[in-house]
């Protein structure tokens, strides 16, 4: 058999009707007809994107903010000039992809794990190339304190992203909250180079960077969860006979 | 679509008309009983009817309506992996033939055809070849890349082939399996 004569077995089929009895068309147009309303459809992606940018650099301002700018005020031009458009970026287009993680039937670009790889790379990389002091003073205790900075930070500004996207619909809830938490970790991180003046290397790129897989793996491992509990309820709808 | 989300009955009546068929012919192609995808399709339109907002005026409408039934689909497997564990559970014996799988009366020709691919080779042959997609349009359907999608069509024709050789029903059937 050959490829031409599957595509034509296929192609009968598709011309063949697909009947389907009226009674159960029916049913379906009466069970929304009492809750058909007009319904104003979700803003376009880019808006919605940048308020959830407008999000991640509001809590971060604010968490640097109440704890001080020490990361910024030390930072050389050149660090300054790369750490935060290269934050912005990421922040853009993991702010993209959550948008279109919230709405069926959109293109995607990334799959959440490419993004949350593609973000821990970027971050390790430029830290890389800005950070060479080696020394590793304090490395676990101070690491612990960004670390948990930065996930602290993460929590508010996934809530934040989740409430401008409640009118979304996920079809795969857990991809959609590795996204957002992936977003959310970059606000983290936002926070951590506004604030922490700790510019050792490995504390730098093992502590900070660290915080967006693990705010990504946290948000996952909640919407799988909750995906369990919801399921375990048996909530079922149905149209009624 | 539009019209449909400014409440207007006459265009979900057409909507509905319109894609149901091919809904549920995608249902149907997944191994789903004539019983299980009505039931599939009515929560479908319920799931639809909810989110109608999500679609936005300008896009492609065949993803969007797919994407969610999709997602309905794998909603219904998963409950009905549940139900059949938890009967296990209790019953101590093979719960097969009480947990309504929905393998079961299936009868279609898409299916049979289809039957030696995995699910995900299946839905999208089947959204490709049958529903009419563009290969853009199954990418959105199905939450990936066209490479990914354009590779998944590759192995199941190559499956397909390999089945159907095997098989020797190839002669004047059209590649459909007895």
Known sequence: ?241 | MARYQEGDFAAATVLIEGISPQLHRFFVAQFASRTDADDLLQETWLRIHRVRHTYRPGEPVLPWFYAIARHVRVDHYRKTMRTRAHEQRLEGISAAAATASGKSGQADDLGDLLAPLPESQREVVEMLKVAGMSLEEVARATSSSVGSVKQKVHRAYRKLRETMNAMGSGKGQGGRQS
Not at chain 1, 203 to 208: A, E, P, R, T
């Open chain 1, 1 to 241: 058999m050959t490829d031409r004569e599957i595509d034509e077995a296929l192609e009968r089929i598709a011309q063949t009707p697909h009947e389907l009895e009226s009674a159960l068309l029916g049913r379906i147009a009466d069970s929304i007809k009492s809750s058909l309303r007009p319904v104003r459809p979700l803003l376009p992606t880019w808006i919605l994107a940048c308020g959830l940018a407008l999000i991640c650099v509001a809590v971060a301002l604010a968490g640097a903010a109440r704890a001080g700018f020490y990361g910024i005020e030390k930072m050389g031009l050149l660090q300054r000039a790369l750490i935060f458009p290269m934050l912005g970026i990421l922040v853009w287009v993991a702010g993209t992809e959550f948008v279109n993680e919230m709405i069926p039937g959109s293109r995607r670009r990334l799959s959440p794990g490419a993004l949350l790889a593609m973000a821990s790379v970027v971050l390790v990389g430029v830290f890389a190339l800005l950070f060479r002091d080696y020394r590793t003073e304090h490395f676990i205790s101070a690491g612990i304190v960004c670390l948990l900075t930065g996930l602290l930070h993460a929590v508010p500004a996934a809530l934040l992203c989740w409430l401008v996207l409640r009118r979304g619909f996920a079809v795969n809830s857990v991809h959609a909250a590795l996204v957002a938490g992936t977003l959310a970790g970059m606000a983290g991180v936002g926070v951590l180079e506004l604030h922490c003046a700790n510019f050792q290397a490995l504390h730098v790129l093992v502590w900070h960077t660290a915080v967006v897989p693990l705010s990504g793996a946290a948000g996952a491992l909640v919407a799988w969860a909750l995906r369990l509990r919801i399921g375990s309820s048996g909530r079922e709808r149905r149209v009624p006979q």
